[in-house]
């Protein structure tokens, strides 16, 4: 009974004064006891506030009431039996509470929980209510940290080789966490990181360590981010919003997102050193925030879409870095600049998209591949430096800006199509290849680089000046605005057409066109000086618009050209020496020429022939059919062949080297005075007309060689006319002639209306020599007589001869009758008169 006194009487000491000085503190109490219990500890008494505590073994302890210790160590390091601790309420651990291997700190219902360190060691801790953990949390040795279905909230967490499990709907506050192990959010949980930014804390994950959210979500303020050593960051069906960060994967680190969404404010994010970023079935929002991939970093967007808004600095891509874009849903949207530099590439498929509000710059042989998917650029999209895009089927490249393209940068198309709004400037050996696409230009598009593009469609409503080496092939090219090819340009199989606006091959270039067909349907056709059209098996047609020739064509074997606008030729028009068959230049149109020129080929004209001032035009063969032929002041025609005038007009003041044989109208029709010389033979059959203004200003027409006349003779005098006197006026002179006219027509026409009559103010006769046609009036007086056979004299043919003879006529008239019959009337006299 003493015994058992003295042993109450010092466990009371102990419970009354154990607390006085710092005791290590032993837990001996049974499975299940309480923490607050002085016979469940050695020595005897609660634990104070200068205690260390030690459980360890096969324990079980709960604390259920405000506990203050100075440490804690629960479980052993090397042991496999639990030692469970479970804390309910407030736990106050002066320095560090440790949780050795064999450990398990169990945090329940609500309450608080404060320490200098928590050292996770190997252990595990549960938090099962809503819990502060105040103080900072270190995991190592495979440590975990579990919250379930509550709320942690921590100072910082530091893991080593260690897992955090945040799972169903919790929620884990921290400032700060470093971490070299898992992170497991799961079942609608929440983490949220919030020291301020004056803090200068740095979160980071390395040596493998994950951070996984599941159905969770995350928040983090005021944070630099540090991914490193293949660490990662993984969510799915989360979400994830940083502001005013600053967020750097390294060293082959990702971050993956499923079904998720992320959203960055004023935050920098960068990927560094093979480091990925992938997105499935996700969002990425970064608002006034910025993107940055380096050094073979690669972001992947499947069924996804990263968005850009208000960059300040914009989207970056360096050094070999990649970003793959595929399915439906996936985009990449950025408003502000995006760059590519260093070789960095960006792929597209399944119809994904890169939207650019603002600018694309791609430098330094950066590379943007789309197969079946769109880029999309309202702004400038500016390329240097070997920059390229390639355009794989069913891709649209749209820019609604300016594309300048610089240093051998190229895009190259297939199955594709290309829309440029504004300009389009391909410089400095920049260059454009398609296949089976279509272009359309509604700004201007330049080019001075190398151009292949094989069965398309070329559409320019602005301007196209392409000034490299231009291949088209079976392409069809349709200019609305200006088309100009400078250089060199090689068409086959192709179709160019000029709509309203210009088709213009610039100075010392060389066009050709195998099995083209060139139509100029409103606009002009322009080729320049020293520039060869060389046109095999081609047809050039000029429907409405208007072709000005400065340049020379060259017509090979299968080649036409037909004109029914304007052509105006300042070279010539070849024929290569193989070619066999008969080219025919069919004009019934304008056709003119103001230069020494020749064509090679045969012209069939059914519209005006204009020969203009001056100029000298050499003609193969010439056929007429109707239409005109128009010879201006000084200008030549000449050809080898006779010029052949079935119908139509002949007119001018120039001259015709050549015989012309006419059935058509010689003379102008309108009372234009005619002055022309012919230095060949003129075979006659259709009509001649002279124009008689005044007595010095009528029609002229000089035969160097034989005139056979025939048809109609048709002389039209001014109204106003009057000589006092007789005057001869000599319309037509010729070397010799044959034939007679069927008829002569002469009529008078008054100057100011044009209009015919049959009456006139004086008598007028015809006189046909052997050598000249002229017209003798006389007299004139205020009256109108009737121009009829009392009126004219008829035709004197030999007048000087028939002189001669007369004088000798009575001595020796049976031998003169006998001399001209027996010379088949050499001289003849015959008087026609025809009136209307």
């Given amino acids: 009974m003493l015994n058992k006194n003295i042993i109450f009487t010092i466990a009371i000491g102990f419970l009354l004064f154990g607390t006085c000085n710092a005791v290590l503190k032993t837990w001996v109490g049974a499975l299940g006891a309480l923490f607050g219990l002085p016979l469940n500890w050695l020595p005897v008494g609660l634990p104070g506030i200068l205690d260390d505590v030690v459980i360890s073994g096969v324990q079980s302890a709960i604390s259920n009431s405000t506990s203050s210790i100075n440490s804690l160590a629960l479980g052993l390091e090397n042991a496999l039996d639990k030692t469970n601790l479970t804390v309910s309420g407030v736990f106050y651990v002066t320095q560090a509470v440790t949780v050795n291997r064999s450990g398990n700190l169990i945090a329940v219902d609500s309450g608080l929980i404060t320490f200098a360190t928590l050292n996770i060691h190997g252990g595990n801790v549960s938090v099962l ?9 270190v995991m190592s040795n495979l440590a975990s940290l579990d919250v379930v279905n509550k709320i942690l909230t921590l100072d910082t967490l530091s893991s080593t080789s260690s897992i955090v499990n945040i799972n169903n709907g919790s929620t884990l506050f921290t400032d700060q966490w470093q971490m070299t192990n898992s992170l497991l959010f799961n079942e609608r949980s929440t983490i949220v990181l919030t020291t301020p930014k004056t803090s200068g804390v740095l979160t980071t994950l390395s040596s493998h360590s994950v951070m996984y959210f599941e159905f969770s979500y995350f928040s983090a ?53 093979n480091t990925n970023f992938s997105l499935y079935d996700s969002m990425a929002l970064f608002n006034a925030s910025n993107m940055y991939l380096h050094e073979n970093s690669k972001v992947y967007c499947v069924n996804s ?74 702004g400038k999209v500016s390329m240097s430096n070997n920059g390229r895009v390639k355009l794989g089927v069913s891709s649209i490249l749209y820019v609604n800006g300016t594309l300048q393209l610089n240093d051998k940068s190229n895009i190259v198309a297939t199955g594709s199509y290309i829309v440029c709004n504004g300009k389009a400037n391909m410089l400095i050996n920049g260059g454009l290849s ?32 392409s000034s490299g080496d231009n291949t088209y092939t079976l392409t069809n090219i349709t200019t609305g605005g200006n088309a100009v090819f400078d250089q060199s340009f090689t068409g086959s199989y192709s179709f160019i057409t000029v709509n309203q606006g210009d088709l213009i091959i610039k100075k010392g270039s060389q066009f050709k066109c195998t099995q083209c067909r060139i139509v100029i349907e409103n606009g002009n056709f322009v080729y320049d000086a020293n520039s060869t059209i060389n046109l095999y098996n081609t047809s050039l047609t000029n429907v409405n618009g208007e072709v000005a020739s400065i340049g020379s064509i060259i017509l090979y ?26 080219i025919i230049f069919y004009n019934s149109g304008q056709f003119s020429t103001d230069s020494i020129s020749k064509l090679e080929i045969p012209i069939s004209n059914n519209g005006a022939v204009n020969i203009q001032n001056n100029s000298d035009i050499y003609f193969t063969e010439y056929n007429q059919y109707s239409g005109s032929l128009s010879v201006s002041h000084g200008a030549k025609l000449s050809s080898n062949k006779t010029f052949v005038i079935k119908n139509g007009v002949v007119q001018g003041n120039g001259t015709i080297n050549g015989n012309v044989q006419s059935s058509g109208n010689l003379g102008s029709q309108q009372f234009n005075i005619d002055k022309m010389n012919l230095n060949g033979t003129l075979t006659q059959n259709g009509n001649i007309t002279i124009n008689i203004v005044t007595l010095d200003d009528f029609s002229q027409f000089n035969i160097s060689d034989l005139a056979k006349f025939g048809g109609v003779l048709n002389i039209n005098i001014n109204s106003d006319l009057h000589t006092n006197d007789q005057k001869n006026l000599t319309v037509m002179n010729y070397m010799k002639s044959e034939g007679l006219f069927d008829s002569i027509n002469i009529r008078t026409f008054n100057p100011s209306t044009g209009e015919k009559s049959t009456t006139g103010k004086c008598s007028y006769n015809v006189n046909q020599s052997e050598k000249s046609l002229s017209v003798l009036v006389s007299s004139c007086d205020t009256g109108n007589k009737k121009l009829s056979t009392g009126a004219i004299a ?25 001399k001209i019959n027996s010379s088949q009337k050499l001289v003849k006299l015959k008087s026609m008169v025809s009136q209307k």
């Fill in 129 to 137: 209510g809503h819990y502060t953990f105040k103080g900072p949390v």
């Fill in 221 to 273: 303020f005021y944070h630099d981010v540090l991914l490193q050593n293949t660490s990662a960051i993984s969510c799915f069906s989360s979400s994830l919003h940083l502001s005013n960060m600053t967020i750097n994967l390294y060293n082959t680190t990702y971050m993956d997102m499923t079904i998720s969404q992320l959203t960055m404010e004023k935050t920098n994010y960068y990927l560094r050193d």
């Fill in 305 to 378: 879409n990263i968005t850009l808004l208000n960059a300040p600095d914009g989207f970056y891509s360096y050094d070999n870095s990649q970003i793959f874009v595929t399915g439906a849903e996936g985009m990449v949207f950025t408003h502000g600049k995006h760059y590519m530099l260093n070789s960095s590439s960006y792929l597209m498929n399944e119809t994904s998209k890169l939207v650019v509000i603002g600018e694309l710059i791609m430098q330094d042989s950066s590379y943007l591949e789309s197969n079946k998917s769109n880029i999309i650029i309202n």
């Fill in 434 to 465: 398609a296949t089976l696409s279509a272009i359309v230009v509604n700004g201007s598009m330049t080019s001075n680089g190398e151009n292949k593009i094989y069965g398309s469609t070329v559409l320019v409503f602005g301007e196209f000046l």
């Fill in 557 to 582: 074997k299968g080649s036409t050209i037909s004109n029914s606008g304007t052509f105006n030729l300042s070279s010539d028009i070849l024929k290569s020496n193989d070619v066999t068959e008969q």
């Fill in 794 to 818: 008829g035709i004197v043919v030999g007048i000087v001869v028939a002189a001669v003879i007369i004088g000798t006529v009575i001595h020796y008239r049976n031998r003169i009758r006998l």
